[in-house]
């Protein structure tokens, strides 16, 4: 199955600033997928990034404050901007396991504390 | 809106007991999986059920899909401090996005 190498682990942040997380995945896939996981909270689905096309949100998400790059089929980066203290939170990747399981493998996952 | 509901949301017994958790919804859903997340780790997927009546055992660890399609159990035999963690039902169609339920944080207690 696909191996997702994301950084920065953690990083704690200025209000205000921007931090860009990095997904780097072993394999080409399709989508990749970013979730925001609140202390402890499930996961929240963010958008769907796919190459070639702008990501698609989900509802209480905007791109502005989401930007989501995707350049090719094997890396993706995920900028929350403009940092409050209410963007603390874990950010994961995530990508289809593959063609033979139903499923999906994810990113060591990014602690964001904004201070 | 497709909503998964996990239950319970805490659960905290002796090692050795048997437990089980339950996700639940109104909607149908192409697949069910279960994934288990450590602290400072990504969920890693346990299981994926696909058909109505499904179960699939992992060592311990025995998954069901209702015949509806609409909920699934996890029941764990003989419990070990291993198992802590938090665990969470995930539906949705294959090559699409998934709706997470809440999860259930399980502690195992030597």
């Known amino acids: 199955s696909a191996v997702i190498s994301q950084k920065p682990s953690r990083d704690i942040c200025q209000r205000g600033t921007s931090l860009t997380i990095q997904c780097q995945v072993d394999s080409q896939v399709t989508m990749m997928f970013w979730y925001r996981q609140q202390p402890g909270q499930s996961l929240t689905l963010i958008a769907t990034?796919?190459?070639?096309?702008?990501?698609?949100?989900e509802s209480g998400f905007v791109i502005d404050k989401f930007p989501i790059s995707r350049p090719n089929l094997t890396f993706s980066t995920l900028t929350v901007s403009n940092l409050s203290p209410e963007d603390s939170s874990i950010y994961l990747c995530?990508?289809?396991?593959?063609?033979?399981?139903?499923?999906?493998?994810f990113g060591s996952g990014t602690r964001l504390t904004v201070v | 809106t497709q909503l998964l509901e996990q239950s319970p949301q805490f659960l905290s017994i002796q090692e050795g007991e048997n437990l089980t958790v339950y996700c639940n919804s109104s909607?149908?859903?192409?697949?069910l999986q279960w994934y288990r997340q450590e602290p400072g780790e990504g969920p890693v997927l346990l299981v994926t059920v696909v058909t109505g009546g499904e179960v699939k055992k992992l060592k311990r660890l025995t998954f069901q899909f209702g015949d509806a399609r609409k909920d699934s159990s996890l029941h764990i035999t003989a419990a070990q401090t291993g198992d802590t963690g938090l665990y969470l039902c995930?539906?949705?169609?294959?090559?699409?996005?998934?709706?997470f339920g809440k999860g259930t944080r399980l502690h195992i207690l030597p």
């Open positions: 909607s149908v859903f192409s697949s």
């Open positions: 995930a539906g949705g169609k294959r090559d699409d996005k998934i709706i």
């Open positions: 990034a796919n190459q070639g096309s702008e990501a698609t949100y």
């Open positions: 995530s990508v289809s396991i593959g063609d033979k399981y139903w499923g999906y493998t």
